[in-house]
């Protein structure tokens, strides 16, 4: 992993961050660690969707803390939309790079997931590219005596459902250890310059690389909600003509299908009327000839009857009653 230092023209780029999550789950808290200030959020919960900003590690970081949600589960409330999309609105009108849901490391249960996948809804699709799992409450697996892969390997289908919508990046984070050791300063001397530098924790610094992955990854594409919903609608558009296009590819199919059994039943009917006409033929030809046999022996017998007569004698007749 690629430090946070070393990134290519690193101070002159800013970062937004979105903060989302249930309330009470130290998503403000987390914010305030990000950002080394201990009371820049309010802890206390429930309070409107707010935006604060610090340079920090070569980055003039923005992190919005959206208001923390409630637990319906089948419907998002309408004042819970608002709010979103305000927090939206506070990452500015290219909206943020990164958007950081905030999970406590207790129980991800089905309830959780359902009230998780109602309000991404909300952002379309799309937003998950750009989400990241937050664990807090990091101090827990420490007691527990596990680590973060233990955790999700033992979680329930609710869980392996949230790793695989976010494609597993996510990052643990103590906010217990403190804004003491974010914002501790030491000062150095360059020259006849003091300069003050903030000495991040660890854990911050983790975090902030793997916010830069994540922004490499999608192409250093913040997440939009217009611009997805365009996307979408052209998307959509798009697959109505494919589908439009190839149920008429189909129908023509079907239609030439149809026209060339027409075509052989035609044609297998006048093969059938054809045969029919010459086997009709063929009988009268025959009738003719039969009935031209039979006036030939008539007129034959009639002949040889007047010779008998002629001659005044008996001699055999093929005539019937003649001796």
Not at 222 to 235: A, G, V
């Amino acid at each position: 992993m690629r430090s946070w230092n070393s990134r290519k023209n690193a101070a002159s780029l800013s970062l937004r961050v979105l903060l989302l999550g249930p309330r009470r789950t130290g998503k403000s808290s987390a914010g305030n660690t990000l950002l080394g200030r201990e009371r820049l959020f309010d802890t206390s919960g429930g309070n409107a969707s707010t935006r604060a900003s610090r340079f920090t590690a070569g980055r003039h970081l923005t992190v919005v803390d959206a208001q923390g949600w409630g637990s319906s589960e089948e419907v998002v409330p309408r004042q819970e939309k608002v709010e979103l999309l305000r927090a939206l609105s506070l990452c500015g009108p290219e909206g943020p790079h990164v958007i950081l849901l905030v999970v406590p490391l207790l129980d991800f249960t089905e309830s959780d997931r359902r009230i998780v996948e109602t309000r991404m809804e909300v952002l379309t699709p799309s937003v998950w590219r750009h989400i990241m799992v937050v664990f807090t409450f990091g101090d827990l697996l420490k007691r527990r005596g596990r680590t973060a892969k233990e955790h999700i390997q033992s979680g329930g289908p609710a869980l392996q459902w949230l790793m695989e919508k976010c494609c597993y990046r996510y990052h643990v984070l103590d906010n217990t250890k403190g804004v003491s050791e974010v914002v501790k300063q030491e000062r150095i001397k360059t020259g006849s310059r003091e300069e003050k530098k903030n000495d991040q924790s660890l854990q911050v610094r983790e975090l902030l690389s793997q916010m830069e992955d994540l922004l490499e990854e999608n192409g250093r594409w913040h997440f939009s909600l217009h611009m997805y919903q365009r996307l979408e609608e052209e998307w959509s558009r798009r697959e109505l003509q494919l589908r439009a296009q190839l149920d008429a590819e189909v129908r023509h199919a079907i239609k030439e299908e149809e026209e060339e059994e027409e075509e052989e039943e035609g044609k297998v009917k006048d093969d059938n009327e054809e045969n029919e006409k010459k086997t009709m033929e063929d009988a009268t030809i025959e009738t003719m000839e039969t009935m031209e046999t039979m006036e030939e022996e008539n007129e034959e017998s009639v002949k040889l009857k007047a010779d008998c007569q002629h001659n005044g004698r008996l001699v055999f007749c093929p005539i019937r009653g003649l001796a």
